[in-house]
């Protein structure tokens, strides 16, 4: 338990270097022994063989009969000049032959060796052998006579020189495995280090973002997973810093906008207060002034939670089918007075059979917006056009007029909060800096989009396009 | 459940299959040839005349058998504290509770059982129905056991001597010094004891040691390498194996010259006579050769199980049913 509370508070760093040393020391470990063991194999199945080729040619050389003299000394001037100790033996009782019965002598070769000496085989010895109170390797090959057992020829080594090779072998190979050890450690080390880098810079900018701090940016110097890790963070700092600067933003011009009229309200009420007005229709003016500047300022935060609400997660909308064309008509006779005082001329290009389905009240908002926008903008005398049409997938509400336009920096900005085209118009009109805004959510939240085509000086078109869904519907039917 | 109740049914019929091997019965009236096969545990019964093969599976090891009667085999085993009884016409077997440690024994001619315990130093006495009658500790490790009219004796395996025992009592009556390692032997009719054997150590047995049992002492030696275990004597010759050089001889029994000599198979361990033919037994070679007397000359080579230690003769009877 402890350990793995070590292990999981213990640094990446020191994990991949346990890790590596783990997993080094296993495998040098495991080539240690499979060296040994091969070599070891290899090499006493090599000293087995010529062992045993060395008797067979040995035993070849005996045909029949008994064991000649000139055998046995043809036997022991191989002893003296053969690195293997060799023995002839021909006495019976160490052959075991009278091995049935209790003999007090314990042969050279079991009883069940002497039957496989018998049957022409060969014996392999590996191991202590009692009789030269030695580890030997041997092998002994029987000299037969038709079916008797003459004798054997008994071949061995010692086997502690074998062990020696190994001995002698070990301390290099020991040597040889902890320089390995070693140099791939350092490289191990180095390549987490570079590996581990960027994660401690990455560690570093992460601090400093809790700080508050957007600007830094982590150099990106691979292109691995580290590397585009780097960069995701890089563009998450990005996203932070815009949208920090946005709120900032935000909060200046909110303050901006409602200072205006504060400040006029404030100045105003002053000079109702102090009575420096000549006249009571100058006064009347002030105080109409001052409900204009704090209609604005109701306008201004109405709208302000209108647009918190819509970018809310849940916002409900309830639903329903609309006849989209009696919405418009509905809508564009609230700005009767104004298109006739701005001497704006209004086309109408409805189809009546569309049906939307869609929230009444918040579609009514959007076309509200749209309309004042388009006329806030038009000078007079100018033509607004509202044209409305269908298709299987989608139902197209545009709003176009021939009004001051948009330079193609305002274009991208349509939409933002507190954007204006042009700002001493709007505010002039009344505007709050938010219609579009709040058109854009709301064509949003029923499933559309907001497409515009807008030229300085020549006027701006807004389209909607909204999913229809009855008219998939129908089709869906047919 | 029916599988189970089957498989039960079968396991017991191979249970009992295997506890009671069905030995083929060997007629009172075929005189036959047994040869005690020690490796593979099985008997070979050559029949003397036609040379017709039965073989016995014996279920447990032996190594050693006697003869205790025209139809009953005594199997030993030194490992087991029981000796087997073999009825031969009828396959079936006996167990006598004898203790174990025994090797050798001698069946006497007056039909009594002396068995040679090497585990306690024993010498035991038993009736032909396995019951102890008596029993005697001797000095050292009994092997072989010989008798002549009155007494037994009893060559030692690890000492130089053999033991004098009255034949009744059992008593120790004195000891002859004698060669190590002393095994196979015979008594004449002239109270001599002809005594071969292995050799002791690496050292292998060359001679023949003749012990005249009156004065019990040496009284002469024949040459007869390597190893001579085992003698069967006829009309005035002794026949001699010798296992070490695989040699067969032919000693006349009063001026112990050699007469005649045959090489013989692999590791020959015994013999026996039927018929003026000498069966031998080839250890090595897992076969039983037979060698005519008046030719001396082997005749013929019988292969049996795997080695064949001791050979025994059983005469047929002629008139059994």
Not at chain 1, 364 to 380: C, G, T, V
Request: aromatic share 8%; net charge negative.
């Amino acid at each position: 338990m402890k350990l793995k509370c070590n292990w999981s508070s213990s640094s990446l760093k020191t994990k991949i270097r346990l890790l590596f040393a783990v997993i080094l020391c296993v495998s040098i470990l495991f080539s240690f022994l499979f060296i040994h063991y091969l070599y070891r194999n290899l090499y006493v199945n090599e000293v087995e063989q010529s062992l045993l080729n060395e008797g067979l040619k040995l035993a070849s050389s005996y045909t029949s009969g008994e064991i000649s003299d000139e055998f046995k000394t043809h036997l022991s001037w191989y002893n003296t000049i053969s690195e293997s100790e060799i023995l002839l033996v021909n006495n019976p009782r160490e052959l075991s032959a009278c091995l049935p019965f209790e003999i007090n002598h314990e042969g050279l070769i079991s009883e069940e060796e002497r039957r496989n000496l018998l049957r022409g085989e060969h014996l392999i010895k590996i191991g202590y052998e009692e009789r030269f109170d030695r580890q030997i390797m041997g092998v002994v090959v029987p000299l037969l006579d038709d079916n008797k057992l003459v004798g054997i020829i008994y071949l061995y080594l010692p086997l502690a020189p074998i062990e020696e090779v190994f001995n002698r072998t070990t301390p290099l190979l020991i040597a040889v495995g902890i320089i390995f050890f070693l140099v791939i450690f350092k490289i191990v080390n180095s390549m987490s280090n570079t590996i581990l880098q960027p994660i401690h810079e990455m560690r570093k900018y992460a601090k400093e973002l809790a700080k508050g701090n957007f600007k830094n940016r982590i150099p990106v110097r691979t292109s691995d997973e580290i590397g585009g890790l780097s960069k995701t963070f890089n563009q998450m700092s990005e996203a932070l810093d815009e949208s920090d600067q946005k709120k900032k933003d935000f909060l200046a011009n909110v303050a901006h906008e409602l200072r205006t009229p504060l400040s006029y309200v404030k100045g105003y009420s002053e000079v109702l207060q102090e009575k420096l007005y000549e006249t009571e229709d100058e006064a009347e003016k002030y105080l109409s002034l001052i409900q204009r500047e704090s209609e604005r300022m109701q306008r201004l935060v109405n709208d302000l939670l209108d647009l918190a609400q819509l970018e809310g997660e849940n916002y409900p909308l309830i639903k329903e089918p609309i006849a989209f064309s009696q919405l418009v008509n509905d809508t564009v006779d609230r700005f009767y007075h104004r298109l006739q005082e701005k001497q704006l001329i209004l086309q109408q290009h409805l189809d009546d059979e569309i049906i939307i389905i869609g929230s009444h009240d918040r579609l009514q908002q959007i076309i509200y917006n749209l309309l004042e926008n388009a006329i806030r903008y038009s000078d007079k005398p100018g033509t607004i056009s509202i044209s409305l049409s269908q298709n299987q997938e989608s139902i197209f509400f545009s709003i176009a007029d021939n009004g001051i336009g948009m330079s193609e920096e305002d274009i991208m900005h349509i939409g933002e909060r507190f954007y204006r085209a042009d700002k001493a118009r709007n505010r002039k009109e009344g505007g709050t800096g938010l219609g579009l805004a709040i058109v854009k959510q709301l064509v949003l939240l029923h499933g559309g989009r907001m497409e515009f085509n807008s030229k300085l000086g020549k006027g701006t078109t807004f389209t909607l396009v909204f999913p229809n869904e009855l008219g998939s519907n129908k089709k869906g039917l047919m | 459940m029916k599988r189970l109740v089957f498989g039960t049914i079968l396991l017991l019929l191979m249970v009992s299959c295997s506890t009671e091997p069905s030995l083929p019965k060997i007629p009172l009236s075929k005189s036959v040839i047994a040869s005690l096969n020690i490796y593979d545990q099985s008997i070979t019964f050559i029949d003397g005349d036609t040379k017709e093969k039965m073989i016995w599976e014996v279920p447990h090891p032996f190594k050693n058998g006697i003869l205790l009667s025209n139809d009953k085999l005594l199997l030993l085993n030194k490992e087991s504290a029981k000796g087997y009884v073999y009825q031969l016409s009828t396959g079936k077997s006996k167990e006598w509770e004898i203790g174990e440690g025994i090797e050798t024994g001698l069946l006497s001619s007056e039909k009594i059982l002396y068995l040679a315990d090497q585990q306690t130093n024993k010498i035991k006495m038993f009736n032909l129905d396995g019951n102890l009658l008596k029993e005697t500790t001797v000095e050292h490790t009994p092997f072989a056991i010989f008798e002549d009219q009155h007494h037994l004796y009893v060559s030692y395996l690890d000492h130089p001597g053999i033991a004098i025992l009255s034949i009744d009592q059992l008593e120790m009556e004195g000891t002859i010094p004698s060669h190590d390692g002393a095994a196979g032997g015979f008594i004449t009719e002239n109270q001599e004891l002809w005594l071969g054997g292995h050799g002791s150590g690496v050292h292998i047995q060359e001679n023949i040691y003749i012990y005249d049992l009156k004065n019990k002492q040496l009284t002469a030696t024949v040459h007869a390498p390597l190893m001579p275990i085992d003698f069967i004597t006829k009309d005035g010759k002794v026949y001699v194996l010798s296992h070490g050089s695989n040699i067969l001889r032919e000693i006349d029994s009063t001026s112990h010259q050699i007469l005649r000599s045959v090489e013989v198979g692999a590791n020959p361990f015994s013999m026996t006579l039927y018929n003026n033919y000498l069966y031998i037994s080839n250890y090595d070679a897992n076969e039983v050769e037979i060698i005519d007397l008046h030719r001396f000359k082997q005749i013929e080579t019988i292969p049996v199980g795997d080695g064949p230690l001791q050979l025994i003769a059983r005469e047929g009877t002629a008139n059994a049913k």
